[in-house]
């Protein structure tokens, strides 16, 4: 198999010169400790790790998989020595984790991170799930729960989850049956119940796992306001810091999962011997029954949501830069305008480099949507200006959902398509084009399926605040518009921009009439959500990667005509202008059909639906 | 998992409703044979077998997966006794085959084939490689090459391959380097080099193979027109039909695919010793080294190009489904009219009914576009009326790119669908839905890519005769529309069918101005190529559809309110509604686009591609 390669060079292009990372480096919180000259060493330190250590594991942690014996789960080799190695290193947990003092900002951290799951995506799950329980447990455990986790989970010595699916609850998480039953101890609770597909559920990465679960405690209410959250080590953790007993949480099964094998998927079995402790996380429910477990998982999932579909990106990235590297090495045909001419390298035919060409524009277009989202998560976090920062938390929530759900559903295109350049080859297990199809699948479910953020989309993330957030995104869109309509030589890309832009707008209005018109027109509402989010994504991830055209024009104008940029410059104008004339168009075919308003799919009788 | 379930019932209708098999059964060739009252009889016996045999050897074939020591290959039991009772029982190679007595019209036989297909993507690749090898040997063969092997090939006793791709030749079939040599018999010549990417190339199923292998004899021209055409059988076969020797044909490896675990992908190894006879098929090569190999070859394309493009459309109906039925059983959400109320099946939301209402019509019109080309095959083939026959030729290899690469592509998008309607679980080899995905992809590289079939179309099936076929093929659209425009309750559909026709005809026009400005346009003829394909099948299939729902609204009117039928032919007219509405709009865009003729694909340098 070919070494790992991947595009280095436009994350740098990102935060060296696109990305205002003066504002982001200037924070109060990185100030002292990240600055713009550490970009480019992060970035190529991390690229090397990958390709000498992470990207071997990945594909040994493909073959060997994960394995289940006696309750226990081996984890292949390759990934346990990188997993150690990251983590010990401060190249995982520790920079994500608002428990770190050294805190990166996301958007370096997440530029270094897209190398990472683009190497290994059944790694970087691992690290991702301790971080984010960690994170739980900064913001809403007590200083005494914070002392006795938080070390070890940043320094690899423990790792964590989260637990919310059960077997019977998935999407609809308030349904969830795990039970919480207080004991003297007012923060401590005995958990009983069984969840499922989680991830790093049972390893042999660490000593310990702390798992964040949700569970109803006795007296809450049903649904979703009824879920408390506990902290549930796997091996219990005495006051004073040191391992105590087991906590009764069993390994019940592994799934067998088209891809991500080096990933264990667990089912966990909590209390089966009536002694499973979990750790209280925040208030007991109220008097009418309501805990806050959800919404606190909830903080959480702004940046788990855009990192779900960041690593859809960086798999669907990945694949593209090694089809694109084969169609350049593989010799094969003859060039359709000189047939008579000598054998040349595929990426000599038009149709591949057609295929090339729209891999290069989505990647890159959702790449730089990606990377505002990070950014707009920084300002909001960590900015002193609070209203500059509550303008920036809702930016980043409505990308959320344009992020995830987009990034998820091209990357099943994408990840064909690169099979597609490879041809035969690439349906074998040799190349990798095909770990990639069968790894990045799940992206569209995880985290709240395409249709879930669709809904939050339409539902919540359009309407939020007296629809103020959506209409201050939409203002955004006009006035890149307004200032760029007559940018030289884009005047065709910011026509159709601003076509795109117009029906975002019809789109908008025809939803704000289902609401204005409810309950006859409700089921139009979730019926055309998805295409929706499509719509907005794709009129964001447009103007994005033309806002990298513009900056790269300036770029070109002043780069040497032998210098190596060139090339990054023109592909950047190349990719933002296939973008634009390629991909938008669905923008305004959809917004038609949305108009049209066809309710065939609900009208069909279900029964039709089945085979007889 | 869940029992194998088919939509037998469309299949029905395809032939005792819709296409007008009379004349098919009318043929001399099928009179005495076969009749109309043999479709529910042939089609629920073979629905059985599916269901109690083949598709059990199915999930038994993807786990285990064939086996490669020692130069031989072990084939999962299911699927062996799975081959053989197929061959043995006359329901594989014996109906297709030209050889035999009994042949099916391809219409009926592919009814049933589909539902083997479905069940067992594998083991049907078996089959269809040895009747395509048969084929060969039938219509190219001498009498004593008929006799010899015909009979064992179709009763189950020897099985049969097709060996053209080398390591050095893939796509690019006329640079293969494998060499004949002649001998002392004009009819034997010596074979050496070496094979890859073979079905059946090496397996424990039956006691024989016979390879039909392309290669240069000495002398040959270079290119695909100095290929010639043998009969290589592994084991050689004595004068006397007994076996022989061995015949120097050395299994090298096999693939390790993401799919079709259970069917090898052999790489063979010809003459390694010197000492591998094949048998020439045809003349030996003419004065300027011309031989006819590829061109006998390509002979059976047609039908096994649309076999390909059937064999996608079954795998995506089997997920279609899988997954409507997992989506009446799995309880899971509230409906979003009336969150109050309790829990419903999935189905009952509108995403997913709109996910699977697409998969619905993507597969029942391909489908029809699939078995109208069988249609016009069995009458070019059989037909007395040469007029008719040549008419049906020329239509079916108008088809053949069309069914071919937009049913493999479809089937992609489809395929990930059916995992998405499953949520996490899809996602698991617990459900079938995976294992379709896996499985399928390969489908749009075998039998020439899509971009070989799209050029194939653009370069070749516009403009054989003159462009006569073409034009006849779009009068054929324009006479449906004529006829039926204003088909009482599908006005807005006709009028969407027009507008898809108009764009059809400006694509048309577009690339005849291409071809009469060469070579100045000849770049714009590939980089467009598979959306033309794209929005020919669409234009096509959409058509298609809308005729069954013609007939299907004459059927209802006369079916009983209460008759379980009324559910089909509702459930059909909203297949080809959502088409017309959903799907079809797809054609407006690309002709936009490809009147826009970007060529910034082109542009772009191709450094730009390649990750630094």
């Known amino acids: 198999m070919a070494d790992f390669a991947y595009d280095v060079r436009d994350l740098k292009f990102i935060l060296n010169e696109w990305l205002d990372m003066e504002e982001v480096f200037g924070l109060e919180r990185f100030r002292d400790n990240y600055g713009p000259e550490d970009v480019d060493f992060i970035l190529n330190e991390v690229y ?162 702390i798992h964040m679960v949700l569970a109803r405690p006795e007296g809450g209410a049903p649904g979703s306001k009824g879920l408390g959250l506990y902290i549930v080590p796997k091996i219990w953790v005495n006051e004073d810091g040191s391992l105590g007993e087991p906590n009764d949480v069993t390994c019940i099964a592994v799934e067998h999962k088209m891809g991500l094998k080096a990933s264990a998927t667990a089912m966990l079995s909590f209390g089966e011997n009536d002694n499973c402790r979990g750790i209280l996380v925040g208030d007991p429910p109220d008097a009418s029954g309501t805990s806050r477990g959800l919404a606190m998982m909830f903080h959480m999932m702004n940046e788990s949501r855009i990192g779900t579909g960041h690593n859809a990106l960086a798999q669907m990235a990945a694949a593209y830069y090694f089809a694109a590297r084969y169609a350049t090495e593989r010799v094969q045909g003859r060039p359709f305008t000189s047939p008579g001419a000598g054998r040349v390298p595929i990426i000599k035919h038009e149709d591949i480099r057609r295929m090339l060409m729209e891999m290069k524009a989505q990647v890159e277009a959702i790449r730089a949507m990606v990377f505002r989202g990070f950014y707009y998560l920084d300002i909001a976090e960590h900015s002193p200006d609070k209203e500059r920062a509550g303008r920036c938390q809702g930016l980043a929530e409505i990308l959320t959902p344009l992020i995830k759900t987009y990034a998820a559903e091209t990357a099943w295109a994408m990840v064909g398509q690169a099979i597609q350049v490879y041809g035969g080859v690439g349906y074998t297990e040799e190349y990798p084009a095909s770990q990639y199809a069968r790894d990045v699948k799940i992206l569209s479910i995880w985290e709240g399926t395409s249709f879930i953020h669709a809904m939050d989309l339409v539902g919540r993330k359009m309407r939020m605040t007296g629809g103020k957030p959506f209409a201050g995104w939409m203002e955004d869109r006009k006035e890149f518009i307004e200032k760029h309509k007559n940018a030289e030589g884009f005047g065709p890309e910011m026509a159709r921009l601003e076509k795109a832009c117009q029906c975002v707008e019809v789109i908008k209005n025809i939803y704000d009439s289902y609401y204005a018109h409810l309950p006859e027109k409700g089921r139009l509402i979730p019926l055309y959500a998805t295409r929706v989010l499509t719509c907005c994504a794709q009129l964001f991830a447009a103007e994005s990667i033309l806002d990298q055209a513009l900056v790269a024009r300036q770029k070109l104008a002043a780069t040497a005509p032998d210098h190596p940029d060139r090339a990054f410059y023109e592909g950047k104008i190349a990719a933002a202008r296939y973008f634009v004339h390629g991909i938008l168009p669905n923008v305004y075919m959809i917004t038609d059909l949305i108009a049209a308003a066809d309710e065939t799919a609900l009208e069909c009788p279900e029964e039709a639906f089945l085979a007889v």
Chains 1, 2 share one sequence.
């Open 48 to 209: 090397k790790l990958a390709k000498e250590m992470i990207f071997p594991a990945n594909r040994e942690g493909d073959q060997t998989g994960v394995k289940f014996e006696n309750g226990s789960v081996r984890v292949p080799q390759g990934i346990v020595k990188a997993y150690r190695f990251l983590q010990e290193n401060g190249w995982g947990s520790a920079n994500e984790s608002l428990a770190s003092d050294t805190i990166m900002p996301l958007t370096l951290y997440r530029a270094y991170n897209e190398i990472l799951m683009a190497a290994c995506p059944a790694l970087s799950s691992y690290i991702k799930l301790t971080t984010g329980a960690a994170n739980l447990i900064y913001r809403f455990g007590t200083d005494r729960d914070r002392e006795k986790f938080l070390e070890n989970m940043l320094n690899g010595k423990w790792s964590g989850t989260m637990c919310l699916t059960e077997p019977n609850a998935g999407s609809d998480v308030g349904d969830a049956a795990t039970r919480a039953y207080p004991t003297e101890d007012p923060r401590i609770y005995k958990i009983k119940g069984t969840k499922m597909f989680i991830t790093g559920g049972e390893t042999d990465l660490t000593e310990n796992i």
